[in-house]
């Protein structure tokens, strides 16, 4: 009489393993294709929500806000010559507009007691709407206050400290003191680049003693807090940041500017193939890294007169 056999033999279960393995390797890239795709579409929905912000402060102050508090030469007209309590940037002064009206009502009060913009009470809270979902080193935090992943930008050119006033001259959005209203976008509002994305580096690296200020909100004055569109997005060309404050990655190169007085943070993303912009009309676009350069220095400024075509 024949026998009916209660267990798989060997051979069959290596069969189903493999099948299974198999199974996986395919679904695997699909699932991460959708959730970067679910990343990307919150990353641009925050870079919406900041260009309303802007809007909306535009509408009250009648001007967008500006890139710095300070000059690079440290010359802080007409707030103080100190050149410690204004190194903070747009990103706290549309907090009002973003929902976040007790934070900016904390940083505003620690401001006005004369306090160094870095050691105020409330600079280490983490605003999500200042983060890439994309990004896994967010969100960051360092003793120089919170960081995030968009900027704004100041133009085509990298920035430049030449007695402390050609810093107030740049060609974009934003940058040192600056006033720049609807009406200066000469362009086109739906050709101008308002804000974009950076890549984060996690503290220390080697030295643990050492803050990469690339996008820290409070703690910026050496070109940190603007984007330069000197170079494409995703470029292997590096940062060029203040000596020791910065450090050195694959995904985020840095170099020191020594004693030249020059600064670029270049756009960055997680996102394969590019970087997403918000425009001044506040729409969002996906811009591919391999942009024609003339096209993306374009973007950038306000009022250069450039003929952009469709991207």
Request: hydrophobic letters at 35%.
């Amino acid at each position: 009489m024949s026998k009916t056999r209660s267990a798989f033999t060997l051979v069959e279960l290596l069969v189903v393993i493999a099948i299974i393995g198999v199974l996986i390797a395919l679904l695997l890239p699909a699932v991460q294709q959708a959730r970067e795709a679910a990343r990307r579409m919150s990353c641009g929905n925050n870079l919406k929500q900041l260009g309303i912000a802007m809007h909306n402060y535009h509408d009250t102050y009648k001007k967008f806000p500006p890139g710095y508090f300070q000059t690079l030469g440290y010359e802080v007209r007409p707030f103080n010559t100190s050149g410690h309590q204004m190194r903070y940037c747009y990103a706290r002064s549309i907090l009002p507009f973003m929902e976040q009206q007790a934070l900016w009502e904390l940083l505003d009060a620690g401001q006005k007691l004369n306090t160094p913009s870095w050691q105020i009470p409330g600079i280490t809270e983490v605003v999500p709407g200042y983060m890439c979902p994309s990004d896994p080193a967010g969100p960051k935090v360092s003793k120089e206050g919170f960081g995030g992943n968009y900027l704004g930008f100041h133009g085509d050119s990298r920035y430049y400290d030449q007695g402390g006033s050609a810093d107030e001259r740049m060609n974009g959005m934003f940058c040192a003191l600056s006033k720049i209203r609807m009406g200066d976008v000469t362009d086109g509002t739906s050709n101008t680049m308002l804000m974009g994305e950076i890549n984060l580096v996690p503290e220390g690296g080697l030295d643990v003693s050492v803050t990469d200020r690339r996008g820290m909100y409070n703690m910026c004055y050496t070109g940190n807090a603007t984007i330069s569109a000197n170079v494409t997005p995703n470029s292997l060309t590096p940062d060029v940041q203040e000596s020791g404050r910065f450090v050195n990655t694959d995904y985020a190169p840095a170099v020191s500017a020594g004693s030249g007085g020059v600064y670029a943070t270049y756009a960055r993303s997680h996102h394969p193939g590019g970087v997403q912009v918000v425009l001044v009309d506040a729409s969002v676009r996906f811009v591919p890294e391999t942009i024609d350069s003339v096209i993306w220095k374009g973007a950038a400024t306000r009022s250069g007169g450039e003929i952009t075509p469709q991207w």
